[in-house]
């Protein structure tokens, strides 16, 4: 440093060519190293730096008095303490012999000795604040650098002879530009004002107030759940964000699977939360879940329940349709203030919780504009919003309310997974997350071309009305696992019996559910399915004995008039999968009510058909279960 002649630079540009075959000629400024700490475009702090150094007293040696420093109890090791001890090595006594001293030598009282050419505190140099002092000119000039080189967060080291004045009349510039500088010299300067350098940081990182938090959706009802939440993680990603999703077939990062299983509780979302990458949060949010452990989260931004059917009664304390709606309604109870709480217009239970809702309301209807009741009609009147399927010429329309105004959405025909406006299930699925992304500001472009790619298939929504049509007749699998569920999906398939010659469904519901529950299932089954399969399986017996559930099943659909000769087979699910399609024919309808969603799918897809070689199912089993 400071070669200023010609024998000097070459002996400089020899010195360095022993450690490199590649040098570099800089210029040399002149004067006090500053630190300048920009934020966003902005200074917001500076510190002058000073080399480690020593201040004669005219009796103590260069040695005793660095001992001296670092009785100072500011000083440390590393960068854990204010200031950083000084370390005597052949760099000191190299920059000492410079200027003629050894570390014996005695300074003159008040005399400075630097101790090594650069202003580093991490080898003991110390910094006063001079952010006050710094000319408007250097401060722009630190500033572009920072813009230049594309830091957010930079370190300018600056040499200038007087920092209060501007550069072009002083000379001297930038000589280094850090892109991970420290704060310390900030937070304690040696001397001088400190200065609070992390609020800027968290005011770059957190604009306008805004408190860091990814927005949260919360998603809970009786049935609906899964299918309203991945249309909604379809949407949001198609908006253009990281969504994480939990379900209960496992937890998924923009449609990858991370965990299997269900994961519809506290736990999975909790996941989910802490996951770095994650832009939003789609939460299902089941009963079982909110019992044992309550939400994952304080607060949701936006909080949906979509129904409340008689499912689960009887279990954890909750013996009423009243009591399972308390529990729903927790989770629009958690809405924020700023949030929306999304209800279902046409449910009687759901659409009492806008008393206790947080947020503002919104509703979805699947009934016509001239059958809304009465707190519909007038919500909507007074500016409310709203998302209804509405009949037009052609069909039926999905039409979002808002601020005394209609909006056409899109037409109900155009979303596969309504199979035509047949699903009815589906088209309130639809609306749900139709106003819970348009509460989000979604653009409708964008909704509207997100709901015309999401379908029912496998791949999109394992278990929920997966079609397959590859063995000369169609096969349904679902989970349709209550007797509400399950009216749903008969609706659909009498709107589809027209095309087919027979019906044949698999049928179960868990062993946990009430006697009456379960003979309701069997009779619904009865009404929707020209051939019944009873399944049962060990782990859907929850504290029942075998053939228990299987007979209340026959049971509930022999007295809804069922023909005992139309219930076919009892048997677990794999063996009632396989009975199922070897009593397919041609033309015929297979509906599969399934709980291993991805084994009865392959069994599905890799069906050969019958054959006189094969055996078929176990019968011996089979008649076992119907003797319970």
Request: aromatic share 4%.
């Amino acid at each position: 440093m400071g070669l200023a002649t010609e024998d000097e630079v070459r002996w400089g540009f020899e010195q360095a060519r022993e450690h490199s075959r590649s040098v570099i000629v800089e210029q040399h400024f002149v004067g006090s190293d500053h630190r300048i700490l920009v934020i966003g475009g902005k200074v917001v702090a500076l510190a002058e730096r000073v080399p480690a150094h020593v201040v004669g007293d005219g009796r103590s040696s260069v040695a005793e008095l660095v001992e001296q420093t670092n009785r100072d109890p500011r000083r440390g090791e590393g960068h854990s303490s204010v200031l950083t001890r000084i370390e005597i090595d052949e760099c000191v006594e190299h920059f000492l012999s410079k200027s003629q001293l050894t570390l014996s030598s005695v300074p003159a009282p008040g005399q400075m000795v630097l101790l090594r050419p650069t202003a580093n505190l991490s080898t003991g140099g110390t910094a006063t604040d001079r952010t006050d002092e710094i000319h408007p000119e250097n401060a722009l000039i630190a500033r572009r650098a920072a813009q230049i080189v594309g830091l957010d967060i930079a370190g300018i080291d600056f040499v200038c002879p007087d920092i209060s004045r501007p550069v072009s009349e002083t000379s001297g510039g930038i000589i280094e530009v850090n892109a991970g500088p420290g704060f310390r010299m900030h937070l304690e300067p040696s001397s001088g004002r400190a200065r609070n350098v992390a609020r800027p940081v968290l005011d770059l990182l957190f604009k306008g107030g805004k408190d860091g938090r990814i927005p949260i959706f919360a998603i809970t009802g009786t049935n609906g759940k899964s299918t309203t939440a991945r249309m909604l993680s379809h949407i949001l990603h198609a908006n253009g964000a990281t969504v994480g999703l939990t379900s209960t077939t496992g937890v998924y990062l923009n449609g990858e699977r991370i965990m299997t299983g269900d994961c519809s509780g506290p736990q999975s979302a909790r996941i989910v939360l802490r996951e770095p990458g994650v832009d939003v949060a789609v939460l299902e949010c089941a009963r079982d879940g909110m019992l044992r452990e309550g939400l994952a989260f304080d607060a949701c931004d936006i909080g949906a329940v979509l129904n409340v059917h008689g499912d689960h009664l009887g279990l954890r304390g909750i013996d009423t349709i009243e009591d399972l709606a308390e529990v729903k309604s927790v989770v629009v109870e958690s809405v924020r203030r700023s949030g929306w709480s999304i209800l279902n217009a046409d449910d009687i239970h759901t659409s009492a919780m806008s008393r206790d809702a947080g947020g503002r309301i919104c509703y979805f209807s699947l009934a016509n504009r001239s059958d809304w009741p009465d707190f519909l009609r007038s919500h909507v009147a007074e500016g409310g919003r709203a998302v209804t399927r509405e009949r037009s010429r052609d069909g039926w329309d999905i039409v979002i309310h808002e601020d005394g105004e209609s909006m056409f959405l899109m037409d109900v025909d155009e979303i596969p997974a309504t199979f035509e406006g047949s699903a009815e299930f589906n088209v309130a699925n639809s609306l749900a997350a139709v106003a819970m992304a348009h509460c989000h500001d979604v653009p409708a472009a964008t909704i509207r071309a997100a709901l015309t790619e999401f379908t029912t298939s496998f791949e999109h929504s394992p278990g929920r009305l997966n079609v397959f049509d590859g063995h000369g007749f169609r096969t349904i699998v679902d989970y349709a696992h209550n007797p509400e569920g399950l009216k749903a999906l008969g609706k659909l398939v009498s709107h589809m019996k027209r095309g087919y010659q027979r019906t044949i469904g698999l049928v179960a519901i868990p062993g946990d559910r009430r006697d009456c529950d379960i003979r309701e299932m069997g009779a619904v089954a009865s009404r929707i399915f020209d051939v019944i399969v009873f399944k049962e399986d060990e782990h859907e017996l929850r504290g029942r004995a075998p053939g228990t559930i299987a007979g209340l099943l026959r049971e509930g659909a022999l007295n809804a008039g069922c023909a005992p000769g139309r219930i076919q087979a009892v048997c677990p699910e794999k063996e009632a999968v396989e009975v199922c399609l070897q009593l397919a024919r041609e033309k015929d309808l297979v509906v599969l009510t399934v709980d291993d969603v991805e084994a009865s799918w392959s069994q599905v897809t890799g069906f050969e058909g019958a054959a006189p070689s094969r055996r078929g199912p176990d019968q011996s089993h089979i008649r076992h279960l119907r003797a319970g």
